[in-house]
């Protein structure tokens, strides 16, 4: 421990940059260069020889300071900007759902109706064929009690033919030439 190396003043007037703001951003705007004024600029090369160099210094990091500060109140505002429109955009999306879900019931409740009403189309064209073939087995039972009186008939008049011996005028027409 004999010798002691000298400690440098400069070494407190470094201060670390602030942290990045915690919300998500771009990674190509922590590359981005902080510009830093030509006055301070032109400085920089004569930090050693330059009595003024803790004021330059201060002065650089000064701005430095200021500049991360503008930087993160930019970052914080497109935040807010960007939390506000994907809100919106959710709202939109949720008010676009409901309403689908409107038109989808009352899709259902107008096909429950058509439904219904071809049920009961159906019911009451079945009645009309019931109908139909009740009235058509209703004629068919007067044609073929008709006949059946018909024939009743034509054996009477035959029995007639033959108990007198005439031979009906009718079936002679036929066979006449």
Partial sequence: MGEEQPVKQDTEDHAPPPPPPPHIHDAAEDKSVIPVPEKIAAAEPDKEKSPNNRDSVLAR???EKRQALVKAWEENEKAKVDNKAHKKISAIGSWENTKKADVEAQLRSFEEKLEKKKAEYAEKMKNKVAELHKEAEEKRAMIEAK????????EETA???RSTGYIPKKFLACFSS
């Fill in 61 to 63: 990091v000064e701005t």
């Fill in 147 to 154: 006949k059946g009186e018909e024939f009743l008939e034509i």
């Fill in 159 to 161: 029995a007639k033919y």
